[in-house]
């Protein structure tokens, strides 16, 4: 028996509260005879009454096909393409396989700039070299490439017109995308040697992991703000609702706001490129 699904059902009105539960088990059409079927049915019966539950087996012939009716998402509101949101996915120009996140936006002396860390931009072998002038792309190539794929599946399974349009859409600005100097966001600005290093206040050496990228106005313009759109999965979900009843789940991003002064104690949340919100 090739089996595809096992679902538990109850097929009946919303009024009648008599019709026995059913444990549907979903079969590849043509896999199993319906002789096999009845002992199979029968026999799964008794080990649900052997466990104490009154529910009924039958099985059915079913495919298992992924959701074909999916709502692409338009290129201004893929996480990985919005300059709006933090943890977007980053790398060099010169080495635009390795990926890193951006993080705060900030300015400097009146330039518009983000912070990220040293060592996303860096090859490893330049920790005591300057890196200002190298170009910076958002997003790297294997986001990219990753986003490109999906947008090729979503098409493939578009089931309405408005479903097209929005995904071919962003297919389109995708095309755009494919030369790496479209995707530069800047330039490296500053970048202290990634070296230990001693500082006042502090006994152990500071290894400083920091660069600063001045943006480029003509790509990312305007005014940006420190936000990140929090994901949480469905189980995750359910364990915030069973143990915090009362807390609820954010539908729109989260802004930073205001300063914090040293001695604050504050719990700190980062949304990485690969880890999410950690």
């Not at 002038?133 to 098409?155: F, R, S």
């Not at 143990?243 to 990485?272: A, C, E, I, M, W």
């Amino acid at each position: 028996m090739d089996w595809t699904t096992i679902d538990v059902i109850r097929i009946g009105t919303e009024q009648t509260t008599s019709d026995p539960i059913i444990l549907w088990v979903g079969v590849v059409p043509g896999s199993l005879s319906w002789q096999e079927g009845d002992k199979i049915a029968c026999r799964c019966r008794k080990v649900l009454l052997e466990a104490g539950l009154d529910i009924h087996c039958e099985i059915r012939e079913s495919f298992v096909k992924r959701a074909v009716s999916t709502i692409p998402l338009q290129e201004g509101k893929v996480p990985s393409l919005s300059a709006v949101l933090g943890g977007q996915a980053i790398a060099a120009e010169r080495t635009p396989t390795k990926e890193g996140t951006l993080g705060l936006y900030l300015s400097v002396g009146g330039v518009q700039c983000a912070l990220v860390s040293r060592h996303v931009v860096g090859d490893g072998k330049d920790n005591h070299s300057s890196l200002s002038g190298q170009h910076v792309i958002m997003p790297g190539q294997t986001t990219y490439k990753a986003i490109y794929n999906q947008q090729q599946e979503d098409l493939a399974a578009c089931a309405t017109q408005d479903d097209t349009e929005a995904c071919q859409k962003l297919g389109t600005h995708l095309s755009h995308l494919e030369d790496l100097s479209s995707r530069r966001i800047g330039q490296i600005l500053f970048s202290p040697p990634c070296v230990p290093t001693t500082r006042a206040g502090y006994h152990n050496p500071w290894l400083p992991d920091y660069a600063l990228i001045a943006l480029d106005e003509g790509r990312l313009c305007g005014s940006l703000s420190n936000a990140v759109q929090v994901h949480v999965s469905l189980g995750q979900l359910q364990l915030m609702k069973k143990y915090h009843p009362n807390l609820t789940q954010p539908t729109s991003p989260l802004r930073l706001r205001g300063t914090f002064t040293p001695g604050d104690q504050r719990v700190v949340g980062k949304y990485g490129r690969s880890t999410d919100l950690t």
